[in-house]
């Protein structure tokens, strides 16, 4: 079973996006086992980034990716437990882009952080289904 962990700021407060997100980790279940480590300030997240030995940052000044480009890259990394790290309302500590072993954006637009969760989330789900060759991606 792959395994990911997201390290993000604050709880998901919107019942509708905590439904969502509860639809993909259900597909997900016996593929992707997503470990949620929930911080309440900036400082926090930079702490817990500081313990890992690499991560992926959601950034709007990252690198975008197809969801082809983005499912290689993460079965690059199958075996290894990639830990994904998503700011808050004021964006990302500059020293924790700096340490990223790699800067993601998933757009050119503005999400809010609870809506980046959904959104990696059915990124993930995605991958895999890209990688199984199955019909969800067209």
Not at 3 to 14: D, M, Y
Not at 56 to 76: A, N, P
């Amino acid at each position: 079973m792959f395994k990911v962990k997201v390290i993000t700021i604050g709880k998901c407060k919107e019942s509708w996006l905590n439904a969502a997100l509860f639809e993909y980790e259900k597909r997900l279940k016996n593929k992707m086992k997503i470990e949620w480590v929930l911080v309440e300030t900036n400082k926090e997240l930079l702490e817990k980034a500081s313990l890992e030995a690499s991560f992926i940052t959601l950034d709007l000044k990252g690198k975008l990716l197809s969801s082809e480009e983005f499912s290689r890259h993460l079965f690059s990394l199958f075996g290894l437990k990639p830990t994904f790290i998503i700011g808050g309302a004021e964006g990302l500590d500059p020293k924790i882009i700096q340490k990223a072993s790699f800067s993601w954006s998933l757009s050119p637009l503005t999400f809010t952080h609870q809506m980046v969760r959904l959104l990696l989330v059915e990124q993930l789900y995605r991958a895999l289904e890209i990688e199984a060759g199955s019909s969800y991606h067209k």
